[in-house]
């Protein structure tokens, strides 16, 4: 996920994103931040903030591999050389192969 102008939290696009802010997390344990009035899970977007989650990602990728976003909305891929400070998401847990696109586990990094 990143930021955009509008303060909205939308799909990253763009390949390095400096905007991004997390990962969006379908399987999260606790919602923090809500208002507790029963709409929590429709009203706020859940963002992993610390330890293992899914994440899709496209291209090689191996346990180790630092993670940024890609150009495909929604789904990281391997740092490259290239990549800007901030960018980074996680670190991969999993091995991925192709450019299909699959689920792996991944740590999330706390700059």
Do not use: W
Request: no cysteine; charged share 25%; aromatic share 6%.
């Amino acid at each position: 996920l990143e930021v955009n102008d509008d303060g909205k939290y939308v799909k990253s696009s763009s390949e390095n994103s400096k905007r991004v802010i997390g990962v969006y997390s379908d399987t999260f344990g606790h919602l923090l931040g809500g208002n507790g009035d029963g709409n929590d899970e429709k009203d706020f977007v859940p963002v992993g903030l610390a330890g293992r989650v899914n994440v899709k990602v496209v291209g090689d990728i191996e346990p180790g591999d630092l993670l940024v976003s890609s150009s495909i909305p929604g789904v990281a891929m391997k740092k490259n050389a290239f990549s800007f400070s901030g960018t980074v998401i996680g670190k991969a847990l999993e091995f991925h192969n192709g450019d299909s696109v699959d689920r792996i586990k991944m740590l999330i990094m706390n700059r």
